[in-house]
T-cell receptor
Framework: DAKTTQPPSMDCAEGRAANLPCNHS???????VYWYRQIHSQGPQYIIH???NNETNEMASLIITEDRKSSTLILPHATLRDTAVYYC???????????FGTGTRLQVTL | ETGVTQTPRHLVMGMTNKKSLKCEQH?????MYWYKQSAKKPLELMFV???????ENNSVPSRFSPECPNSSHLFLHLHTLQPEDSALYLC???????????????FGEGSRLTVL
């Protein structure tokens, strides 16, 4: 997988937007950016993915820079239940090559 | 509820035991996966099955033996494990493992294994 770099941890106040950055400067033209999260002691949960355009779904928005070297996952109104480790993944080739790194541990506080 | 069910949720076994982990998906997917998550380590992909054929084996020791009898069920047979094999074992499924834009995996809750 293309290498991704994420901050190890972030804090966010409940009700505020959480903006989680990811650098993927070696991404190639046909590689997607995926975001997953893992709440403590649960399996990872798919959030969103994109190629070039910004994407939005019921969970989050994904903003990809024009040069595609970085992206930001936005949780518009973070809640305590959003406390989790968030993984940014750029798989090379097939979905079977999803490699989970260490991610960003997001702590949402009152 | 993700549509992927793993049993048992917790398992304690001795090094000489033989046990199995079971995974069942109710999503009509074609591909199933085993991942291992050790304490304070990233998830490691172990095996990938596509249409009941193993398409990926990431240098996993032979004491772990996967079985995929049909596209809805996946097993991980455990034999002569070591204490360092204690981990959370996660099963996942996806519609199609081959497309670059199809990286949406659905994970189960995991089976937490302790080897004494």
């Amino acid at each position: 997988d293309a290498k991704t770099t994420q901050p190890p941890s972030m804090d966010c106040a409940e009700g505020r937007a959480a903006n989680l950055p990811c650098n993927h400067s070696t991404i190639s033209g046909n590689e997607y950016v995926y975001w997953y999260r893992q709440i403590h002691s649960q399996g990872p949960q798919y959030i969103i993915h994109g190629l070039k355009n910004n994407e939005t779904n019921e969970m989050a928005s994904l903003i990809i820079t024009e040069d595609r070297k970085s992206s930001t996952l936005i949780l518009p109104h973070a809640t305590l239940r959003d406390t989790a480790v968030y993984y940014c993944i750029v798989p090379t080739g097939t979905a079977s090559k999803l490699t989970f790194g260490t991610g960003t541990r997001l702590q949402v506080t009152l | 509820e993700t549509g992927v069910t793993q049993t048992p949720r917790h398992l304690v076994m001795g090094m000489t035991n033989k046990k199995s982990l079971k995974c069942e998906q109710h999503l009509g997917h074609n591909a199933m996966y085993w991942y291992k998550q050790s304490a304070k380590k990233p998830l490691e992909l172990m095996f990938v099955y596509s249409l009941e054929e193993r398409v990926e084996n990431n240098s996993v020791p032979s004491r772990f033996s996967p079985e995929c009898p049909n596209s809805s069920h996946l097993f991980l047979h455990l034999h002569t494990l070591q204490p360092e094999d204690s981990a959370l074992y996660l099963c996942a499924s996806s519609q199609d493992p081959l497309g670059a834009g199809n990286g949406e995996l659905f994970f189960g809750e995991g089976s937490r294994l302790t080897v004494l």
